[in-house]
């Protein structure tokens, strides 16, 4: 199954600013997803990342806020705009190329303050 | 939409004692099921799955079965190991076709604690 290298692992960040994480995946892949884990809760599916075009979002999460790069096959971003403290989470990514076997990157857990 | 709903948390048992997690879904159709696991510090790994009806899934001792009358994929494990701790979360898929093609819907997660 594929490998994702996400980054960063972490990160504290100041209210008001923006953080870009990154995915990678050491393989060509059909489809990419961003997940959010906020503290405690489950995973909540925050956007499909389209190779090429606009990312497809979940209801309660809008571009302006979660705007998403899908450039090619093994790579995307997800970037948090204009942080608050209740944007404090686990991001992480994941891929499948069959829809049986999803992988999972290791997370970015942001802390805004 | 789909939804996965699973028992409430946390679980703590002994070592060896049996293990019993529920999970239940709503879906259109015939969604795959999942049982992924997360180690403290880790990120998710799947446990195991299946893609039909009584169907099971199976690994490192785990097994679900998968229940298309009662709409349930429980985990089961004879006998549980310190080793076991962990955040265990039951997770569909919904089918070629569907809206829902493709996304994992999660549970809530069970947090489960094995003691000595």
């Known amino acids: 199954s594929a490998v994702i290298s996400q980054k960063p692992s972490r990160d504290i960040c100041q209210r008001g600013t923006s953080l870009t994480i990154q995915c990678q995946v050491d393989s060509q892949v059909t489809m990419m997803f961003w997940y959010r884990q906020q503290p405690g809760q489950s995973l909540t599916l925050i956007a499909t990342?389209?190779?090429?075009?606009?990312?497809?979002?979940e209801s309660g999460f809008v571009i302006d806020k979660f705007p998403i790069s899908r450039p090619n096959l093994t790579f995307s971003t997800l970037t948090v705009s204009n942080m608050s403290p209740e944007d404090s989470s686990i991001y992480l990514c994941?891929?499948?190329?069959?829809?049986?076997?999803?992988?999972f990157g290791s997370g970015t857990r942001l802390t805004v303050v | 939409g789909d939804s996965v709903t699973q028992m409430e948390g946390p679980v703590t048992l002994s070592e060896e004692a049996f293990l019993t997690i529920n999970c239940t879904y709503t879906?259109?159709?015939?969604?795959?099921l999942f049982w992924y696991v997360q180690y403290p510090g880790e990120g998710l790994q799947l446990l195991l799955k299946?893609?039909?009806?009584?169907d099971k899934g199976s690994n490192k001792g785990f097994e679900a079965t998968y229940r298309k009358e009662t709409t349930s994929f429980h985990l089961e494990k004879g006998s549980v190991q310190v080793s076991d701790s962990a955040v265990y979360f039951c997770a569909s898929r919904g089918n070629a076709g569907g809206t829902s093609y493709g996304k994992l819907t999660f549970g809530q997660g069970t947090i489960l604690t094995v003691h000595p």
């Open positions: 879906a259109t159709g015939y969604p795959s």
């Open positions: 299946a893609t039909k009806a009584d």
């Open positions: 990342a389209n190779q090429g075009s606009e990312a497809t979002y």
């Open positions: 994941s891929v499948t190329e069959t829809g049986e076997v999803y992988t």
